[in-house]
């Protein structure tokens, strides 16, 4: 059995049920080069605060330095038996250090321990995760510029409302994605690293001692980019809190509903219904039984993982809906869902990156759509109302028009002005007529700021 972080008040080993049942290592593992840095750390308080003397830290530090290693290449084996990755690290240590390796816990428990490695894990994942978003944003303005003259039908309520420039299509996901980079920056810059919290009640080492810089324990270039580490302002609530993993899970999930939207979209355009864009095979999928079929499963598992977000989210939200304080095991919990929400979007963003690279639109088919003379219906609106006619009376007017139309099966284009004139007497046919045109009616609106 693994050695443990605990156990002196006990007699009788652990059950290997509850061995089993209460480990994490088999997910927390994802945490071991964040407990490192955190221990780098914890090490340097201790020599300020002279339970280590300047040799015991420099040894110690050796040893981390070169778990630290492994763990960035890969290399290091973990014991499976082992309560957490904490234990695992600790054990590895103590085997490179000898009986040094023991005075490492000196004012820390894990409860402290287990939110520092978290909240590093959780900084350096939001950093990089809002690189890959932006990616996918470029991508998304690049295809825009691409086609920056293509008109499209706009919908509501799935119907054709009115035409619309594919670029600003593409440009509102665009919004969307850029909100999800600030929400998810204003996440990573609140989450404060800090230690000195104990098991709940604090540590015998005076709150300025807490106060240091990661380059004075560390190289910068081992994590990319400096931390400090500060003191906890109330250690009750700093072990206990698990505010920013719910922060950020809800913000994944919001970003994984905008993901789940453009994969809706994209999943209608390429039907033969519609017919508007065209998937590269590279990422489709096909039929065992139908061999015609070329399936956007890619899309549909984007749509369907946004359901796993969400469950995630309340998955965390109702374990602590009702832990007393401080720390309960419950919170072991978090972890899961953090790492797999993190995974899911980061794997959602860069396949819908290759995929929109890909994507190829049907002009032709568009232009058929861009046919349907409802589309032009408010401009005709508006039209009428720079003629003085009052807009509720206009859309009165061009709403009868339309069903006449519909009723008699016959294009606007094609009725005599003697019959528009029924109407409205303001219509003047020729003008009327250039109305159905796409890109007329999309240059006519002048609020959109491009």
């Not at 086609?147 to 593409?170: C, K």
């Not at 440009?171 to 989450?191: F, P, Q, S, T, V």
């Not at 005709?380 to 720079?386: G, N, P």
Request: proline fraction near 2%; include cysteine.
């Amino acid at each position: 059995m693994a050695k443990k972080l605990w156990g002196g008040r006990f007699s009788k080993k652990t059950d290997p049920l509850v061995e089993e049942f209460t480990k994490s290592i088999q997910y927390d593992y994802k945490l071991a080069k964040y407990d490192l840095l955190g221990s780098m750390a914890h090490i340097e308080i201790l020599k300020k605060a002279e339970y280590l003397t300047s040799a015991e830290a420099n040894k110690l530090l050796e040893g981390l330095d070169s778990i630290y290693d492994a763990v960035e290449e890969k290399k290091f084996k973990f014991d499976k038996k082992c309560e957490d990755i904490h234990t695992a690290i600790q054990n590895s240590l103590q085997k490179k250090v000898g009986d040094l390796a023991l005075k490492l816990h000196t004012a820390r428990s894990r409860n402290d321990q287990v939110v520092f490695a978290t909240k590093m894990y959780s900084k350096m994942e939001l950093a990089k995760l809002n690189i890959v978003i932006a990616e996918l944003g470029n991508v998304l303005i690049k295809l825009g510029k691409n086609n920056s003259e293509v008109v499209i039908p706009g919908f509501t309520h799935m119907q054709h409302a009115q035409p619309v420039y594919l670029s600003d299509y593409l440009h509102a996901y665009c919004e969307m994605l850029d909100r999800d980079i600030k929400r998810l920056g204003r996440i990573e810059n609140d989450i404060k690293i800090c230690m000195g919290a104990g098991a709940l009640a604090g540590t015998p080492i005076n709150a300025e001692e807490y106060k240091i810089k990661a380059e004075e324990f560390i190289k910068e270039s081992k994590i990319g980019e400096a931390f400090n580490v500060q003191a906890v302002s109330n250690s009750l609530d700093a072990v206990s809190d698990r505010d920013f993993v719910i922060e950020i899970i809800s913000a994944l999930s919001i970003l994984s509903m905008h993901l789940s939207r453009l994969a809706e979209d994209l999943i209608i355009w390429s039907t033969k219904e519609f017919d508007f864009v065209e998937i590269d095979e590279a990422f489709c999928t096909g039929s065992s039984l139908m061999p015609q079929k070329k399936n956007a499963d890619v899309l549909e598992l984007v749509r369907g993982y946004a359901g796993r977000l969400y469950g995630n989210l309340v998955s965390v939200l109702t374990m602590m809906k009702g832990l007393p304080l401080t720390y309960n095991r419950d919170m072991q919990l978090d972890k899961e869902p953090l790492f797999n929400s993190f995974e899911i979007v980061s794997s959602e963003l860069r396949v819908l990156a290759g995929l929109v690279k890909t994507l190829k639109f049907n002009k032709e088919k568009i232009a058929e759509h861009l046919k349907d003379e409802s589309l032009y219906a408010t401009d005709l609106v508006y039209y009428l109302v720079d003629r003085g006619i009052a807009f509720k009376n206009a859309h009165t007017a061009i709403g009868k028009l339309i069903k006449y139309s519909l009723d008699n099966d016959i294009l606007i284009k094609d009725m005599p002005e003697s019959l528009l004139k029924k109407f409205s007497n303001k219509i003047i046919k020729k003008e009327f007529v250039k109305l159905f045109d796409p890109l007329v009616s999309v240059k006519s609106k002048k609020s959109i700021k491009r």
